[in-house]
C-alpha cells in the first residue's frame, strides 16, 4: 500500500541530545509537512517542503531543523530537546499545493 | 490571523441520537475547511472537504460564511463514529498549509 511511514513510533531521548525523526512517502507527493502535536493541543506546522524548497514557519524555533534528500524520505531534527519538546509529531504529504494530506501515524517524542 | 475554534472537547451521546460537532474559523481570505477524523490506533485521515459538499459515513457539514462556521452533522450516530475529530482550515494562498482546531472527541455510547 502506499503511503506515509514515520519512524520510530516511540522516541526517547535525553535532554540536550540531537534526535532525528524520519518520514517516507511512497506516494511521489510533492509535499511534505511536519506537525507537532502537544498533549490536548492542535496541530501546529512546524515547516514544509514544496519538492525541494524549504518553507520554515515563523515562530518554529531554530532548534528546529528539517531535511529532504530526496522526494520520498524527510527528517526533522532538533538539535537540543528540552522538556517542552516532548509532543507527538506527525508527517503529511500531499500531492501538491491543492490536494488533500495523507498523514503518518505519528511518531511519539519523549525528553527525560 | 487565522484561528480554527473547536469549543467542545468531549461530546458524549447515545446510539442513534443526533451529533453536531461544532468548529468556528477566523480568517481574512476565503475559507477552505475540512474535517479530519482519528479512528482509535489510527493515522489522521480526511473525513470530508467543504467544496466537494458531499456526505461521508453519513456526516455532512456546511460552510456557513456569515457565522464562520463548519459544523460536522449526521442525524443518527452510531457506535462506530467513536473518534477524534478535528476541524482544519486552509490558509497561505497557495501553499496550501492547515491550521488545526483542538479537536473533539465524540464518544457514541450504546
Known amino acids: 500500500d502506499a503511503m506515509v511511514i514515520q519512524n520510530p513510533r516511540y522516541q526517547v531521548t535525553q535532554f540536550g541530545k540531537p534526535v532525528t525523526l524520519s518520514c517516507s512517502q511512497t506516494?511521489?507527493?510533492?509535499?511534505m509537512y511536519w506537525y507537532q502535536q502537544k498533549s490536548s493541543q492542535a496541530p501546529k506546522l512546524l515547516f514544509h517542503y514544496y519538492d525541494k524548497d524549504f518553507n520554515n514557519e515563523a515562530d518554529t524555533p531554530d532548534n528546529f531543523q528539517s531535511r529532504r534528500p530526496n522526494t520520498s524520505f524527510c527528517f526533522l531534527d532538533i538539535r537540543s530537546p528540552g522538556l517542552g519538546d516532548a509532543a507527538m509529531y506527525l508527517c503529511?504529504?500531499?500531492?501538491?499545493?491543492?490536494?488533500?494530506?495523507?498523514f503518518g501515524s505519528g511518531t511519539r517524542l519523549t525528553v527525560v | 490571523a487565522q484561528r480554527v475554534t473547536q469549543p467542545e472537547k468531549l461530546l458524549s451521546v447515545f446510539k442513534g441520537a443526533p451529533v453536531e460537532l461544532k468548529c468556528n474559523y477566523s480568517y481574512s481570505g476565503s475559507p477552505e475547511l475540512f474535517w479530519y477524523v482519528q479512528y482509535s490506533r489510527q493515522r489522521l485521515q480526511l473525513l470530508l472537504r467543504?467544496?466537494s459538499r458531499e456526505s461521508i459515513k453519513g456526516f455532512t457539514a456546511d460552510l456557513n460564511k456569515g457565522e464562520t462556521s463548519f459544523h460536522l452533522k449526521k442525524p443518527f450516530a452510531q457506535e462506530e463514529d467513536s473518534a477524534m475529530y478535528y476541524c482544519a482550515l486552509r490558509y497561505g494562498g497557495a501553499t496550501n498549509k492547515l491550521i488545526f482546531g483542538t479537536g473533539t472527541l465524540l464518544a457514541v455510547q450504546p
Open positions: 503529511a504529504t500531499s500531492r501538491d499545493r491543492q490536494s488533500s494530506y495523507t
Open positions: 467543504h467544496i
Open positions: 506516494l511521489n507527493h510533492n509535499v
